[in-house]
Each structure stands twice: as C-alpha cells, then as structure tokens.
C-alpha cells in the first residue's frame, strides 16, 4: 500500500486472477488442465468434476469445466458424461450425443461399435424354444444371418401335417425363424396307417399289407 514499504520484505504477492493459484515463490501461476480456481490468495486449485476438464488457466470457476470428449463406442450424455453405446449401435465418440443403429440384420457388443465396420451379421445360436429338441435332430449352429437350416425328425420319427419334407428355419437378426408353423412339434411316432407328409398313406406299408392280404386269399383258395 502506499507510504508501507520500509523494505522489500513488505513485498507481498499481489492477488492473482481467476484460473490461476499463488506460490509463494514464484508469485501467480496458472492453474493445471482440468483443474480450476477463482484467484485472490488460494495456494491450490480444485479439480473439475469427473469426466470434466479445462484447458491450463482457463478454469475461473467449476462451471468452466466442460465434459471431456468421449471415446469411440460411447456418447455423451450432458448429465452424467460419456456412457457405452447400446449393443447393435456405434459411434466415433467426440462430442456426439447419440450412437446410429447398424444395418438391420448386424450387430456389435455394448460399447464396442466405433464405427459402421465394427457392424457384423448376426448369427443364430439357439433353436426355439417351442422346439421338441428330443424328437429334433439338430442342425450345426451358430449359422449366420439368412442361412436357411433343415430341423429333421429323429429316427422312428416322421412329419404329419406339414408341406415340407423336413422343417425349415431361417436365420433372422439372431433368431431362427420357422417357415411353416404347422411343422412345429408334428415329429408323430411311425405307425401303420400314419399319413406321409405328401398326404398319400406310406408306400412301403399299403404294399406290403396288400401281400399279406393277397396271400391270406391264396391259402383260402387252395
């Protein structure tokens, strides 16, 4: 103040401007990135909030802290900061606050789509559930999107009421979807006058009853 320097230790350190913290050595300096402070005589600045940050010096206040640019494979959301992307979404992170869909029919993990290429066909896994797995033979899986699969009986086992020879399903978006619910859990036990799948009686039974028919007749005869 004026009229109070008797010597050069009445020096003291001026107040420093907001961003900025005083040592007390070297005077004011700028606060580190992502740290704030609002000047005067504070010897420390305080830390954004998590996810937040602030260039060098540029911190006056915590409101100056803005949310740090998120990874790929996130997006921000301007209440709590870069979250995942829901899974079959993607994003190449910054600043966007949303993630795109892949293309129908692809997917990719929470998270993990940084870009349109992390999208891949999805594959299906698991049959149905409305599936008799112990009357079905069934196929290889996983197969991947479009795959047209055949469901087969089980030995001793034959189709009724359906116009395929064999159960059809086709991969779709990760679900095996059948063509014709009619066929769903027809695998019948083979009996005598069991009706084929074309409709007609089985061949190889009617042949061989009309034998044993036409030999009754021929020992009658004799």
């Known amino acids: 103040e004026p009229g109070q320097g008797g010597s050069q230790e009445d020096c003291d350190w001026k107040s420093c401007s907001a961003g900025q913290?005083?040592?007390?050595?070297?005077?004011?300096?700028d606060c580190p990135a992502d740290q704030w402070s609002t000047g005067g005589d504070s010897s420390l600045c305080t830390l954004c909030p998590e996810g937040k940050g602030v260039e060098p010096g540029q911190g006056g206040s915590q409101e100056d802290c803005d949310w740090k640019s998120c990874s790929a494979g996130q997006y921000l959301d301007q209440q709590s900061g870069c979250q995942d992307?829901?899974?079959d979404q993607w994003s190449t992170g910054g600043n966007m606050t949303s993630c795109k869909n892949c293309s129908d029919g692809k997917g990719v993990e929470a998270g993990q789509g940084n870009s349109e290429?992390?999208?891949v066909w999805k594959t299906c896994s698991v049959l149905p559930d409305i599936?008799?797995?112990s009357l079905i033979i069934s196929p290889e899986l996983p197969v991947s999107?479009?795959?047209i699969v055949s469901l087969k009986c089980r030995k001793g086992?034959?189709?009724v009421n359906c116009s395929w020879k064999d159960m059809k399903a086709i991969c779709v978006n990760g679900e095996l979807r059948m063509n014709d619910s009619d066929c769903l859990q027809n695998c019948r036990v083979v009996s005598k006058y069991k009706v084929s799948i074309d409709g007609s009686?089985?061949?190889?039974?009617?042949?061989?009853?009309v034998v044993l028919?036409?030999?009754?007749?021929?020992?009658?005869?004799?």
């Open 21 to 29: 913290y005083l040592d007390q050595q070297s005077g004011c300096q």
């Open 85 to 87: 992307c829901p899974a």
């Open 117 to 119: 290429e992390d999208c």
């Open 131 to 133: 599936l008799n797995t």
């Open 145 to 147: 999107n479009g795959t």
């Open 157 to 159: 086992y034959v189709l």
């Open 201 to 209: 009686y089985d061949i190889a039974i009617l042949i061989v009853s």
């Open 213 to 222: 028919v036409l030999a009754r007749f021929s020992n009658e005869a004799q």
